[in-house]
């Protein structure tokens, strides 16, 4: 069996064990209500998680998602309540902002030549800064106003009982899927991600490739901070705070690995799901807090070790293997 | 029949020192080309010009009768020139047909059209019989299988040349003639081959044609009737070489046994390695490259697993912890110097501290002082320039470098270093005084074994000289007076077990 396909099965496995945990041990888990509930949780970083898939899938990484989504959704607010522009307008300043801001990190870790972690670390903190310059004041007190527009609110509504971001995240990762795996463009990812020299020698531009990953990343932060705030029906200066570190685990518990060339966006669909799960499952016990945390804690940590335990692993077994067959050979051939 | 190929009067030059000196090479469509010579013949180097990774000094280069330029590998690539690169250059986590059609998808409506490249690849497959399977991830490969991958990927470009570098390094015998078998294929189709090996038996079996390059000089080019292998290896080495460097007598020593290896076998590197090493004694281990000597002194070190034999170290069996043998008395200097032998940023005398910290700290605070003097006095003992310990070891020459890992192992009491490679990259001058180091070790009682592709090296340092051939031990010069022809034609494969010549 390939690798991949393996994998598939142990994250579609771990995603249903600890569903059956928390549906054998609360009444309240296999509810329709909390499965639309979970599957719109799951929803808005899992739209992040598509682009952030392509990003480590290049090897690798954007730490500033969180932070593309705060300034998004904080000009939104901000344009919103003081120039009342329309909803047609908001929803394309708004990917507008979050594709500006994935272009800025590709240009600094391609041309710019700043290693993936150190750029968007950086520009989460100018991203972040950003959040400040449009916050709404009242009398220079940062203020919280409720969104009016009725559009924009319907972003958090429902059709038929499915949330429109549950749509919105399954189409975009249908399409993100499709483009890895049955377009140039996805090829050349994983190429670019698992050996970047030979990609090259093959004609690739990998540059550029590595900076698309980052633009669609931008790009779909643009779309979650639209949905988030329809859904919340307005915008604090902490909105998107660390929803990088989760995005991040919900496409390493898909499969994707580090050291590029690994995973795919179903993958990473699964792994969204795994955490909104695992948020929702923990709330059902009535636990304090610190405990919810902690649960919740042990419980990613134990599926980042394995899965790079388990990477190892295969990693041996396909030398082994390898090795095998060479002394099989060997033997053979002198006999 | 016309020359596909031509390069006339090639010169190249590093610094001041001339690598190809008005080298001629013509190689006709359909022809399998053999191309040889020592390390730093010239090989390669002619192999980056006709590639485009290096640019030429001087010469002129005619493809099809036709002067063309090649300043960089996709001229190449246009005129139809591949490369089977020794280190292989697919991507592991995609399939055999990606990796075959990458950067020449075909798509319809921006969709990758699968179907008819996966036809495209499995009639390739077809049409050369080779065992392997279009959707199989590259990762999950032998060697052999990617070597095939990257034959396919040549083929599928259309290529009229295609160049293998020690295609068989690291395959097996088997995999080896299925490897003949695919090149003869090639030729018969048009296809021309250069085929770059040390192995002279394969050369010998496969070539039409053979150019020796010694010293950045033609020195022969050979039909296939002109090809004797003994001819060869004289060609290679040269005539005029003063009889101390060509040959040397070889001594047995009466010391006591320091190591001792017994039938030490991993599987599908080597097998059943055994020797001794005798207090005071160099002794020097010949072989191709993907012999397995290299696996080997990793693994007597403790840095690689074994599956069976035995490894004692003055009577003892020897422990599987570097830190421990460390303590023993090993010292280790790998080939790879840059990446494996010293740490670039640190001074030389960090470097030389780093294997000194048991006596140069205590209660893991550093005695700088101790650490300055010792740093200083092996910059002194070795000759090290600058003379000046506290220089990063990344800022030095190559020769100095070197001997600033020797001074991490020279720093300690050692009772057996295993050096491999010892001179590679080293200017002339600098080799000398690494040699005599290893001399000077050895006469205080120092156990030294060294891993060397170089013939004269081999010759002038070891007292007794073990020959490596795909993974085993095929002989032993232990007294008696040996020639470079005689370590060579064991190498590469003339000489069967008995000692006598192919036919």
């Not at chain 1, 009725?150 to 899927?177: E, K």
């Not at chain 2, 074994?449 to 340092?461: A, F």
Request: charged share 20%; hydrophobic share 45%; net charge neutral.
């Amino acid at each position: 069996m390939r690798q991949e396909n393996m994998r598939r099965i142990i994250s579609v496995a771990s995603l249903v064990i600890i569903m059956l945990i928390f549906g054998l041990t609360s009444d309240s888990f296999f509810t329709a209500d909390n499965i639309l509930n979970i599957l719109r949780d799951c929803a808005v970083y899992g739209i992040i998680a598509i682009g952030v898939t392509f990003v480590i899938i290049t090897a690798g990484i954007d730490l500033s998602t969180g932070a593309i989504v705060g300034v998004t959704g904080m000009l939104c607010a901000n344009l919103l309540y003081y120039y009342n522009l329309s909803a047609g307008l908001i929803v394309l300043i708004s990917i507008l902002t979050g594709t500006i801001c994935g272009m800025l990190n590709g240009f600094i870790v391609v041309k710019l030549r700043v290693p993936e972690f150190i750029a968007t670390l950086s520009t989460q903190y100018l991203f972040r800064s950003m959040v400040f310059v449009f916050t709404i004041r009242e009398m220079g007190v940062i203020t919280n106003k409720r969104i009016e527009n009725p559009a924009i609110l319907l972003l958090g509504g429902r059709i038929n009982g499915i949330y429109l971001v549950t749509m919105a995240f399954v189409l975009l990762a249908v399409i993100g899927q499709i483009i890895l795996k049955k377009t140039k463009f996805g090829t050349y990812i994983y190429a670019a991600g698992a050996n970047r020299k030979s990609a090259e020698l093959s004609g690739i531009n990998t540059d550029k490739v590595r900076w698309a990953a980052f633009i669609i990343t931008g790009f779909l932060c643009g779309i979650a901070a639209l949905f988030q705030i329809g859904r919340v029906g307005s915008v604090t200066t902490d909105l998107g705070n660390g929803w990088e570190f989760d995005v991040i685990a919900a496409v390493v518990i898909g499969g994707c690995a580090f050291s590029g060339g690994r995973g795919d966006v179903f993958g990473s669909t699964v792994g969204a799901i795994f955490m909104a799960v695992l948020q929702n499952g923990i709330l059902k016990y009535n636990l304090p807090t610190a405990a919810q945390l902690v649960v919740k804690g042990i419980v990613i940590v134990l599926m980042i070790v394995f899965d790079a335990v388990y990477n190892n692993m295969m990693q041996k077994r396909i030398q082994q293997k390898a090795r095998e067959e060479d002394a099989a050979e060997m033997a053979g051939g002198e006999a | 029949m016309s020359a596909l190929l031509e390069m006339k009067g090639i010169v190249k030059r590093f610094n001041d020192t001339a690598v190809l000196r008005k080298v001629d090479f013509s190689v006709e469509a359909g022809e399998v080309h053999a191309l040889m010579g020592e390390n730093g013949a010239g090989k390669s180097t002619l192999i980056k010009i006709l590639t485009g990774i290096y640019p030429k000094d001087g010469g002129e280069i005619f493809w099809n009768g036709q002067k063309v330029e090649i300043n960089n590998r996709n001229d190449a690539f246009r005129l139809g020139i591949s490369v089977i690169y020794q280190e292989l250059s697919l991507i592991p986590t995609l399939t055999v047909m990606q990796n075959v059609m990458l950067g020449r998808e075909e798509t319809r409506a921006g969709i990758i059209n699968a179907k008819t490249m996966r036809k495209r690849v499995k009639d390739l497959i077809s049409k050369y019989g080779f065992g392997i399977k279009p959707d199989a991830t590259v990762e999950t490969l032998t060697i052999a299988q990617r070597q095939t991958v990257e034959i396919l990927k040549a083929l599928s470009e259309e290529s009229k040349m295609i160049i293998m570098d020690e295609p068989t390094a690291s395959l097996s015998t088997k995999e080896s003639d299925a490897l003949f078998k695919i090149v003869e294929q090639l030729r018969d189709d048009g296809v021309s081959v250069i085929y770059i090996s040390h192995r002279l038996e394969e050369v010998y079996r496969l070539s039409d044609r053979l150019t020796v390059l010694r010293d950045g000089v033609r020195e022969a080019v050979l039909t296939k009737e002109q090809i004797i292998p003994a001819d060869v290896v004289r060609l290679m080495i040269g005539k005029e070489l003063s009889e101390s460097t060509a040959s040397q007598n070889l001594r047995k020593s009466d010391a006591p046994v320091r190591l001792k290896v017994e039938n030490l076998t991993r599987k599908g590197i080597f097998k059943n390695i055994s020797f001794e090493v005798h207090e005071g004694e160099i002794i020097g281990v010949a072989g191709l490259v993907g012999a397995g000597r290299t696996e080997v002194m990793r693994c007597i070190y403790g840095a690689d697993p074994y599956d069976s034999g035995k490894i004692e170290f003055e009577g003892e069996a020897l422990p599987r912890r570097i830190v421990a043998n460390i303590k023993k008395g090993f010292g280790f200097v790998p080939e790879d110097r840059r990446n494996q032998g010293f740490t670039p940023l640190l001074s030389i005398e960090k470097n030389v501290a780093l294997t000194n910290y048991d006596t140069l700290a205590s209660g893991g605070i550093v005695k700088a002082k101790k650490e300055r003097k010792l740093g200083n006095e092996m910059v002194e003992r070795l000759n090290i320039k600058p003379n000046n310990s506290q220089i990063p070891v990344g800022n030095l020459s190559g020769g100095n470098q070197q001997k600033a890992v020797l001074a991490k192992w020279l720093s300690r009491d050692l009772k057996i270093l295993i050096i491999d490679e010892p001179t590679a990259g080293i200017d002339i001058g600098a080799k000398d005084e690494i040699y005599r180091i290893l001399e000077e070790l050895a006469a205080n009682g120092t156990s030294v074994i060294m891993v060397s592709s170089d013939l004269q090296e081999l010759l002038r340092v070891s007292q007794r000289i073990i020959v490596m051939r795909k993974g085993e031990i095929f002989t032993e010069f232990s007294d008696g007076r040996v020639t470079q022809e005689d370590i060579l034609m064991a190498e590469s494969g003339i000489l069967t077990k008995e000692g006598q010549e192919h036919e």
